[in-house]
């Protein structure tokens, strides 16, 4: 009977202990930076595919949680902006979007990757310093929608193999889709930053293995990629929404 009244008190001081102490929720930022983790380990080869889909599995609906909890809202498609600031749908290479290809794309492929599942987007800038040969200015990087930013790159130099340079993720609730913005000269947002349509979140750049090459125009890489119902990131062409944004 004592032992049983002893194990009965440690139960109730461990129990008691718990509801004192609870165990810290895990914070927006916790999440946000273990998935730039993941993604940064995704990207330089570092995890497996299949480590790399369960994580994202389970960090997926804490990242949507948060962002509502956090102020992060639905807007209208009718929002969405282009993303170069003064710029509109003429400044999308090729012709028609041809430049967009999936075939040989994996995003568990990292930095390695095939195809080119993105448009890229050019701007004037004959002499290549990153300003606007009419303006004279930086041309501003817009988030095309809503979202929150959940990876990033604020750093790279030209001693980098690094294709995207400075880059950033912003992934959207509602489309359950990462927008991937690259090749910029200055980053503007931080992780777990929950952003606007319309809103400046860096600044077209050279950066990137070969974007930086003089053979290259000065342009922002646009990718979106749509989550499965297993989380497994996919291409998806943005032209056609692409055409029809507002330009600011």
Not at 47 to 63: C, D, F, G, V, W
Request: charged share 20%.
């Amino acid at each position: 009977m004592t032992k049983f009244w002893l194990f009965s008190i440690a139960m109730f001081s461990i129990c008691l202990n718990q509801v004192n102490n609870p165990s810290p929720k895990l914070s927006l930022n916790d999440v946000c930076t273990d998935y730039n983790s993941l993604n940064t380990k995704v990207r330089d080869g570092l995890i497996s595919k299949k480590e790399a889909l369960k994580r994202i599995q389970e960090l997926m609906p804490l990242i949507r949680k948060y962002y509502y909890e956090h102020g992060g809202r639905d807007y209208p498609k009718t929002t969405c902006t282009f993303p170069l600031q003064n710029y509109d749908h003429k400044a999308i290479g090729g012709t028609k979007g041809e430049g967009y290809f999936a075939s040989g794309y994996d995003f568990f492929d990292g930095n390695k990757h095939g195809g080119h599942p993105a448009h890229d987007i050019f701007i004037n800038d004959k002499n290549q310093d990153c300003l606007d040969d009419k303006t004279k200015k930086p041309v501003n990087v817009l988030s095309m929608t809503d979202g929150i930013v959940v990876a990033a790159a604020s750093s790279w130099d030209t001693s980098s193999n690094l294709r995207g340079g400075k880059y950033i993720y912003i992934y959207q609730p509602s489309t359950n889709s990462f927008f991937y913005y690259a090749h910029n000269s200055e980053i503007l947002v931080h992780l777990c930053d929950i952003v606007k349509p319309g809103q400046v979140i860096a600044q077209v750049g050279r950066s990137g293995l070969n974007a930086y090459k003089k053979r290259s125009p000065t342009h922002l890489h646009f990718m979106q990629l749509k989550l499965d119902s297993l989380g497994y990131p996919r291409p998806f062409n943005p032209y056609k929404d692409l055409l029809t944004t507002i330009s600011k």
